[in-house]
């Protein structure tokens, strides 16, 4: 008597909560229990009229035992497993329709021990396969399993339009020591708006949450994620593949195109190009302008146009501004296709406050830190990943898993490195904690960011990790197994500043501002540099590349072609942002496509040509490319003519094969410039930004020239050239 009073207040307790949306385990009450005599199915049906669950018999009545919708069938006839239920409801339109489906609580969790131990290790980098919403069949019956992180909650649950966003419908149970929820949910189709309700165990306050793996959401400013979409994409790229695998990316050209795809081009009526719009427009225009590879800034999903991708909320999921992930997919494809790689700006330092993703997701820190000093950028208004919570190192080696593996993509650009490997970044003193060494570094960081560079190159053969990183933290591209980072190569931000500082400057000046030209070889080869004029340094008040140029409009757009002309010979890989190719005369607006329109321009049109000829002559020359990070594919000629503004340097290749490089910074033209070579013979002039055909005054020099049989600054033969006004010349020997 005794054990069947303590039973039915059990039970009673259990409704007590499922009513009150606070059920921590959902199977200890609802779906089949074994009975004294019998069997017990009850189900939690707020809508219903009448319930039938499936015996041998047939359908049975399942009486209504609480007015809130809890049904309840009782006996001792077979049941088929999984069984079936018949519920007559009232739909939002008061008309009654029935419907048939199974019993989530009639399959048991599916989640294995040994993933969920990886994952809890931070080990588990294919997590996007455990957690998050997939469609799978059990025993025959198709539906939807869903799994979420939320160790501080008391309860979880999954709540859509298919339940009418009703938190007590659809509780999921935890598999306890992991924090991980669990439930499935049967007959529930594809593309089915869904989120987490969860109530946190301490405050319980609950809190309406965008899945963490989610794959595809609304359209902003909603943010639901969908359950996933079939996916009947088939790949064509196995011979990119086989050929980027064996990819010696050390020694080849890379030349790499910025594009933010939601403003290259739009539609007159401002609508954006989608993805396959954009395989159709922007691959023939990367071809003809002689680019290998497109950065695109991220298209993971975010809710706020402004930010450009870099506050992401959708880890796992690409925009749905652009159109289905399969429609990506086919983008990467068409691109590969082509033999052009595609990179993505990847955003592991930080994630924004927005309330429906990760901030204080289970009503706690849980992917950030609690502490401020350690888990708040104050520069930008975004939390901080706590790169030493285990789960947290599972959910972000997985995200760069899933682009990797589920896009295909040929590498990842992480954004604010440096940020994250400094724990005093943009700190004042007492706004930061230091490491338990008393140290600035953040140890986890660096172990999180060494754990990434090796996974990507173990897993994915010739896919690249470029880092923006902004300091001089020693080994940031070089192999972890020597104490390094492990990226593929870093960002030269050093070169950028010099660079552009120096192009501001009016050429009269510019000769007490040589070193500014010269001081980056001095550290050149310390890391594997790409050479970045990218969207950073064209917006937030800073003017267009053409803009920052001085002089008169003629000056200008010939300084811009220098510009790109030592860029493009410097050593060093290479990426411009979109627009700096023809010339954009005003700083990127997200907001609107480029102006193509300059084109019609004679010197916007000069300057995209000029860097159309550049870059297929990158692409094409071994001396350009080949020996890029290696001091011996570079020697100056003459690093100390700063009275005339001029540098000169050889660029090599590893067969001995060079190419001579002479920039003057100035509007005079030198008529008479002597320089030295390696050898003697004739040279021929095969690029010059002064061309006519790039609006230039077209001074230079033509057919083959010969050297003059002597010495010039310790080389062994010399050549007189004709040094047109701010711009660059490059000069190939005969016999090459």
């Known amino acids: 008597m005794k054990s069947e009073l303590v039973y039915s207040q059990q039970v009673n307790s259990l409704q007590t909560a499922l009513l009150s949306a606070r059920l921590h385990d959902p199977f200890a009450y609802l779906g089949r229990h074994s009975v004294q005599d019998g069997e017990l199915i009850r189900i939690f049906q707020p809508h219903a009229k009448n319930a039938w669950v499936q015996t041998s018999n047939g359908f049975e009545t399942m009486p209504l035992v609480h007015e809130e919708g809890i049904f309840e069938w009782h006996g001792k006839t077979p049941l088929p497993w999984p069984y079936l239920l018949r519920i007559e409801e009232y739909t939002q339109q008061e008309t009654v329709i029935l419907r048939e489906l199974h019993d989530p609580y009639a399959f048991p969790l599916q989640i294995s021990d040994h993933d969920l131990y990886l994952f809890n290790e931070g080990s588990l980098r294919q997590s996007y396969k455990t957690l998050g919403a997939h469609l799978v069949t059990i025993k025959g019956v198709t539906g939807t399993r869903f799994a979420v992180w939320a160790p501080n909650a008391e309860r979880v649950s999954v709540v859509g339009n298919f339940n009418r966003w009703d938190g007590r419908v659809h509780p999921m149970a935890v598999h306890h020591q992991s924090g991980v929820w669990e439930l499935f949910i049967p007959d529930l189709p594809s593309k089915q708006l869904y989120k987490y309700e969860i109530r946190n165990c301490y405050t319980g306050e609950v809190f309406l949450k965008t899945d963490p793996y989610g794959n595809f959401h609304e359209l902003r400013p909603n943010n639901a994620a969908y359950t996933p979409l079939e996916d009947h994409f088939a790949w064509q ?75 992401t909320t959708g880890y796992f999921a690409v925009t749905s501004r652009f159109g289905l992930p399969e429609d990506f997919k086919f983008f990467v494809n068409a691109c590969h296709e082509a033999n052009i790689g595609v990179i993505l700006d990847w955003v592991p330092a930080h994630f924004p406050q927005d309330a429906f993703s990760l901030a204080r997701f289970d009503g706690t820190a849980l992917y950030e830190h609690e502490d401020p000093r350690l888990g708040f950028h104050h520069d930008w208004g975004t939390f901080i990943f706590n790169y030493g919570r285990n789960e947290v190192k599972s959910f972000l ?20 490195v440096a940020s994250m490997l400094y724990l005093d970044y943009s700190r004042k003193s007492g706004e930061w904690l230091p490491n338990k060494f008393g140290g600035r570094e953040n140890l986890d960081a660096i172990d999180f960011l060494r754990d990434l560079n090796i996974m990507v190159h173990e897993e994915f053969p010739g896919a690249l990790t470029i880092a923006e990183e902004s300091t001089a933290w020693p080994a940031v591209s070089r192999p972890t197994y020597v104490g390094g980072l492990g990226f593929s190569m870093k960002w030269n931000m050093g070169w950028m500043n010099d660079t552009l500082t120096y192009f501001r400057q009016d050429a009269i000046y510019r000769r007490y501002h040589h070193n500014q030209l010269t001081f980056n070889q001095l550290y050149a080869y310390t890391e594997n540099f790409v050479l970045p004029l990218s969207h950073d340094e064209v917006v937030h008040g800073k003017g267009s590349l053409l803009t920052k140029m001085p002089g008169d409009r003629w000056q200008k757009f010939a300084n811009l072609r220098l510009l790109l002309t030592y860029q493009m010979t410097c050593p060093g890989k290479k990426l411009n942002f979109m627009g700096n190719e023809f010339g954009h005369a005003h700083e990127w607006q997200v907001n609107q496509a480029l102006d193509w329109h300059l084109l019609d321009d004679t010197f916007h049109r000069g300057v995209q040509t000029a860097l159309r000829d550049l870059n297929h002559l990158y692409m094409a020359t071994r001396a350009l490319h080949q020996l890029d990070f290696f001091p011996e594919g570079f020697g100056w000629i003459d690093c100390h003519d700063a009275d005339q503004s001029v540098i000169s340097y050889l660029r090599r290749a ?25 050898k003697g013979g004739s040279y021929l002039e095969i690029f010059n930004s002064d061309s006519i055909y790039y609006g230039g005054s077209n001074i230079g020099n033509s057919g083959w020239i010969s050297t003059i049989g002597e010495p010039w600054l310790e080389f062994p033969d010399s050549l007189i050239v004709t040094l047109p006004p701010l711009a660059g010349i490059i000069l190939a020997p005969k016999d090459d």
Not at 654 to 676: A, E
């Open 397 to 416: 080696l997985s995200s760069a898993h899933y682009w990797l593996n589920e896009f295909h993509l040929d590498g990842l650009r992480v954004d604010a």
């Open 237 to 311: 790229d196995a011979a990119w593949m086989q050929k980027r695998a064996a990819w010696d990316w050390l020694r080849a050209p890379l030349n790499i195109y910025e594009v933010h795809a939601g403003s290259w081009k739009r539609h007159p009526d401002g609508r954006f190009y989608s993805y396959r719009e954009l395989a159709q427009q922007l691959i023939p225009y990367l071809l003809d302008m002689g680019y290998s590879h497109i950065e695109l800034l991220p298209i993971s999903e975010h809710p706020l146009d402004e930010s450009w991708g870099y506050q």
């Open 654 to 678: 590893q067969d001995g094969s060079f190419r001579l490089i002479v920039l003057n910074f100035t509007p005079v033209p030198r008529m008479t410039y002597r320089i030295g070579v390696p």
